[in-house]
């Protein structure tokens, strides 16, 4: 549901528009209380704005065969989302969808147009967005291709630990589902958990439901450092 409620200061687009500009964003911006599990946007839905997260935690993904899904990025507060849309063909190459409640704020695409021609310093920062997008994808293709199954799961662990930080009992602060990892990492639920169950036995990690420990990170950048043998 929409909810005006903005400091004007939090998200992306506030932090690198103009001051002055700020007004017209209060005007022109909406504010959206999501629950966990919606569906901000969707894989093939036309492009008519751009989403800024100022708290909660998304899960990008797009449709992988008939029956499973690929996670191309986990989202925070402070990241953008829908830019990916805006190309030749204007929708969506992917969908995003909460993985906790989650407030984010949206812009329609003509009141982005004119933010970009009128803030250089927002241009810039979302061209530099673009840019590190398109390394981390590269980099993940790479791995995708090239890494052993147990490589990709156990980096998928640290990079899901690094980007959302850990909570007072050292556990990764977000809850997130075996098969959410399993995406990501580009295996299947049987996989990661037979693998879980390997690194809980030798307490590399420690798992209760969707919350996840890591005790032992040197063993497990081992696993991600081990050679494909194929």
């Known amino acids: 549901m929409p909810d005006n409620s903005c400091d004007l200061t ?4 506030c932090k690198h528009c ?9 005007i022109k911006k909406k504010t959206l209380q999501l629950k966990k599990g919606t569906i901000i946007f969707k894989e093939g839905n036309p492009v008519e704005g751009i989403y800024f997260i100022t708290s909660g935690s998304v899960k990008v993904h797009k449709q992988w065969g008939d029956q499973r ?9 402070g990241d953008v989302l829908g830019h990916r849309g805006f190309g030749a063909t204007q929708v969506f190459p992917v969908s995003a969808t909460c993985l906790e409640d989650s407030k984010v704020c949206y812009i329609p695409y003509n009141f982005l147009q004119a933010t970009l021609q009128t803030n250089p310093v927002f241009t810039y920062r979302l061209l530099q967005v673009y840019a590190i997008e398109l390394q981390n994808a590269e ?9 052993e ?10 990079e899901i630990a690094s980007l959302f930080g850990t909570d007072t009992e050292q556990y990764i602060s977000i809850p997130i589902s075996r098969q959410d990892i399993a ?3 580009g295996t299947t ?21 969707k919350r996840i420990k890591i005790n032992n990170t040197i063993a497990l950048q081992k696993l991600v450092n081990e050679p494909n043998i194929e």
């Open 10 to 13: 939090s998200c992306f687009l």
């Open 183 to 185: 995406s990501y990492a």
């Open 69 to 77: 899904e690929l996670i191309v990025r986990f989202a925070k507060a």
């Open 189 to 209: 639920y049987e996989t990661v958990f037979k693998l879980f169950t390997n690194l809980v036995a030798e307490d590399i990690i420690t798992s209760t439901g």
């Open 18 to 26: 103009l001051s002055d500009w700020k007004e017209l964003i209060a």
């Open 139 to 147: 980099k993940r293709m790479r791995d995708l291709a090239l890494m």
């Open 149 to 158: 199954v147990k490589s990709r799961i156990a980096q998928a662990l640290l």
